[in-house]
């Protein structure tokens, strides 16, 4: 991504040409389509960052990663210091990173749909944990994860001790840890650091 700031760091730009630089430099480096979105929840003169895997596409052919960067809609220019632009890539690549890693899930299971456990009448709590708990999103987060501790002090001390892990550290850690109530010895959990901590040392080689 550090080959797109020339074109993007410190330019006055409105959010439909930011949004058009960066669309073309991921999709001349990756086969993933980029669009706008708006919600009134975005603070204003900042990007979030979603990510989609489209099963269906990538059996048929078609781009099957969309990463749709989100803005406060009354955001007509859009100005980004060298701290949004590094923090807006870090989002774009952890969002490729976690869609790959679902195609490639999808790829070998021949895109055969998996069936996700429904709960009837389940609270958001038992809905996020029935989809934390997803072996699929397991694995996909894991490598999030241990992306966001490359450049974390102290990390060996974390995987001794997790729930000292703050939002700051490790967002989705911390979310795992939230959703299950700081229990590193539940199984999801434990099953989760043991796959956080091989992509970590792999990915510190």
Not at 94 to 102: K, L, N, R, S, T
Not at 185 to 190: D, G
Request: glycine share 2%; net charge negative.
């Amino acid at each position: 991504m550090k080959e797109a700031a020339p074109t993007i760091l410190n330019a006055i730009l409105t959010v439909d040409e930011m949004i058009e630089r960066i669309a073309l430099h991921v999709g001349n480096n990756f086969n993933i389509d980029v669009y706008r979105s708006v919600n009134p929840v975005v603070p204003p003169n900042e990007v979030e960052i979603n990510a989609f895997y489209d099963q269906s596409k990538d059996q048929n052919s078609e781009i099957p990663i969309q990463i749709v960067l989100v803005t406060y809609p009354l955001d007509t220019m859009i100005l980004w210091d060298a701290e949004m632009f590094d923090k807006v890539c870090k989002d774009i690549v952890d969002g490729i990173i976690h869609e790959v890693v679902h195609m490639k899930q999808s790829r070998a299971r021949h895109f055969i749909d998996v069936i996700t456990p429904y709960v009837e009448d389940a609270t958001e709590a038992e809905e996020a944990k029935i989809c934390l708990a997803d072996l699929d999103e397991i694995d996909a987060y894991s490598y999030r994860i241990a992306g966001e501790l490359l450049d974390a002090e102290n990390v060996m001390q974390m995987f001794e001790q997790p729930s000292k892990i703050t939002p700051a550290t490790s967002p989705h850690l911390w979310a795992y840890l939230h959703t299950f109530e700081g229990d590193v010895q539940n199984p999801i959990m434990r099953r989760l650091l043991k796959k956080v901590y091989k992509n970590y040392q792999n990915l510190k080689k």
